[in-house]
């Protein structure tokens, strides 16, 4: 294999892999900073040995075990130049392993790193957009650009977020636990939000050359469905949940065999996953009956269950669709969401009816930069017949996009026009 192959491949191991690395470096030295200085030391390591000796069957676990060996060695220089008998919580047997920390275990009511990480981001010492953004960072490995995308915010504001945070989780000397059940509410909204745009953005990668990226979906369905099991009776957990299985449900019509993207209305519904749309309208109506029809993760589940009712894109109920982006635009306001009722609201009323609520919209400065804006603009301008401005629009929309399936798809259809 040559250096050019094993470079990609330690790439993409790395974005899967790298989440789990500092999640379980931090529990072990309970320090943010340490933990990604010794999860990039696993990496360099890997580009040092990998070549001369080959990819490992189970690359993922020789990046664990390198990590987890140096972090113990950095445990024992602590200990040694503090002078203090500090007890290690992992130790390598003669196969490399680590000993599981039993007594730890049983006091964690989730016993998962990643998850663990999760909370202790979302401790309510940090502002809630610093939490966000700082565990965005690390449990996804997503850069400063792709979560100021997230944001609609300039990057240098979310990279001091980050930074502050961080020295803020040091500086308190936060233990990295996770809390008892009695103290998961107040930190449950910031960790729904971010498994909710870890999931988004799997589904719709902001940059790179894929449109999805599977594996940041299947993550955020996992740590989902953990906190579905830990909190069987709260509607926003089970809410999100339905959202994602019925949003993933659609993955596998989301592109053709070459990768291109194809969208909601010309995907091919006899490849959706209809068992787990199952799942995801099951879990919907549980959420409703605990009495959260009015809650921001709920209401964008019941959109997404009224896309999946429809066996035909041409049966989809848009009148019942914009009718719920309206709601949702009452609980939780936000640009995107009044660019998706514009959207609903063509498809029920026609391109004039939704025109302008597509005008208010361009006057919002936080969407200069914002692709899919322009994408609808040119959308319903080419509705309208105004084909010279659709075109215009479909190109800035190109421009915009970080994601090199979406802007291809963007600038076919300019250059339909």
Known sequence: MDTREIQRRLDTV??????????????????????????????????????????????????????????????????????????LACEPDHQGSVVRDHEREAEDAIGDDLLRLLFVACH???????????????????????????????????????????????????????????????????VLEV?????????????????????????????????????????PVLGLLALMELQASRMGARTDPQGAAVLLMEQDRSRWDWLQIGRGQALLE?????????????????????????????????????????????????????????????RAQGPQAAWPLLEALLQDRRLDDYAPLQAVRGDLLEHLGRRDEARSAFERAAELSGNARERQALRARAADL
Request: aromatic share 4%.
């Open 14 to 87: 790395w974005r899967m892999e790298s989440p789990r690395l500092i999640a379980r470096l931090a529990r072990m030295l309970g320090d943010l900073d340490s933990a990604e200085e010794l999860a990039q030391d696993a990496l360099v390591a890997a580009l040092e040995h990998w070549p001369r000796q080959g990819v490992p069957d189970n690359p993922g676990a020789w990046l664990m075990t390198t990590a987890q060996r140096r972090a113990i060695d950095l445990l024992r220089q602590r200990r040694l130049h503090a002078g203090k008998q500090a007890a």
């Open 124 to 190: 309510p010492v940090l502002p809630a957009d610093a939490r966000v953004a700082l565990t965005l960072r690390l449990l996804c490995g997503l850069s400063t650009a792709e979560i100021a995308r997230a944001f609609l915010l300039p990057e240098p504001t979310i990279a001091q977020r980050i930074v502050r945070a961080k020295r803020t989780l040091a500086g308190r000397g936060i233990p990295f636990e996770v809390p008892r059940r009695r103290a998961l509410p107040q930190r449950l909204r910031s």
């Open 286 to 346: 549980k959420a409703q009956a605990l009495g959260g029809g009015d809650d921001a993760y709920v209401l964008q589940a019941a959109i997404a269950a009224c896309h999946a009712r429809a066996r035909r894109a041409d049966r989809t109920d848009w009148a019942g669709i914009a009718q719920l982006y309206a709601r949702l635009a009452r609980v939780m306001p936000s640009p995107v969401v009044e660019l998706n009722r514009a959207v609903a609201v063509a």
């Open 195 to 235: 498994v909710y745009l870890v999931f988004n953005e799997g589904y719709a990668a902001s940059h790179g050359e894929d449109w999805m990226r599977p594996a940041l979906c299947e993550e955020a369905l996992r740590l989902g469905r953990v906190l579905a099991a830990l909190l069987p009776a709260s509607a």
